[in-house]
């Protein structure tokens, strides 16, 4: 019995996206790091197969699970609003290993000054890349305000990592192993808004749940970028507080295995934490039109009258 695919709806979530069991299904399955070992020309294809999924006409002989891998694939690899593949490392298929690597070797050296400013540079560079393309595309940025924020972010991280490591100085052990989440906390909280300057500016595209657009909203990207700094806070937070407890330094007398278990440790962690994380807030995000800049607000009540209550938009990742 062949199922009759020409009307299967590719852009339907696959699972209710209104609960965060959904959602984490959902972030599972696009932040599998496995994905990121697949070559440019099988990305491609699973691009191809979506597209013409979209267009109705689906190759004969294809299952209703190829098109779910095939979407997986899509979803993991291109922007969803250019529809353009995504540099390697900005994927969140590739934070697991990414963010493993880097966090591990922040936890492990952060005695001397030199460790802790080269691993939170290497972890800021990182963070930029990754912001810039989970960006909302909508809103673009010029290569100058790219490297203004990703100095500052930069500087803010090593401002905070150098103060707290002094400051730490004559502080018990355990206090001082926590100053990287500290300043990986505070760069985020600097780093993402400044990679969505153009958003907080300019406002961001909001539409009814049709998606008519209705305008632009310098609320609803304030809205989108907070949650996005919570969920990167809340996605570093156990690997790096939580390992720091797990292997105290003093309980491992073979030196060597720090690094290598630390690293492990974070991406145990990572493998959970990216996805939950990711779906603490949907990706369509809400907002009440009564909470929307006067003018905005205004002119939808005008011309809609009280039909449209909220308005959505994508706040990114």
Known sequence: LRMDLSRFDIDSPRWDQSTFMGRLKHFFNITDCRTVLLSDARLDEAKEL??????????????????????????????????????????????????????????????????????????????????????????????????????????????????????????????????????????NCVNIPMMRQQEILNGIAVTDENGNKLGHSRKAAIKGITQVVISRVTMAAPGMTLSSLAFPPSTLRITFLHAPLQVMMVGVFLIFMVPAACSLFPQNCSMAVSKLEPELRNSIVSQYGDKVQYVYFNKGL
């Open 50 to 187: 979506v597209e013409s999924c979209r267009a109705g006409s689906v190759p004969p002989g294809t299952t209703e699970e190829q098109l779910f891998y095939a979407k997986k694939l899509y979803d993991s690899a291109f922007h969803p609003d250019t529809g353009e593949r995504m540099n390697l490392i900005g994927r969140m298929s590739f934070q697991v290993p990414g963010g493993m690597a880097i966090t591990g070797f922040m936890l492990q050296f952060y005695r001397t000054v030199p460790a802790v400013v080269f691993w939170q540079w290497v972890n800021q560079s990182f963070n930029a890349l990754v912001n810039y393309t989970n960006r909302n595309a909508a809103s673009p940025i010029s290569n100058k305000q790219i490297g203004v924020a990703y100095a500052t972010a930069t500087s803010t991280a090593l401002a905070t990592a150098v103060g707290l490591n002094l400051y730490t100085k004559r502080a018990p052990p355990l206090v001082a192993r926590w100053v990287p989440f500290a300043a990986v906390a505070a760069a």
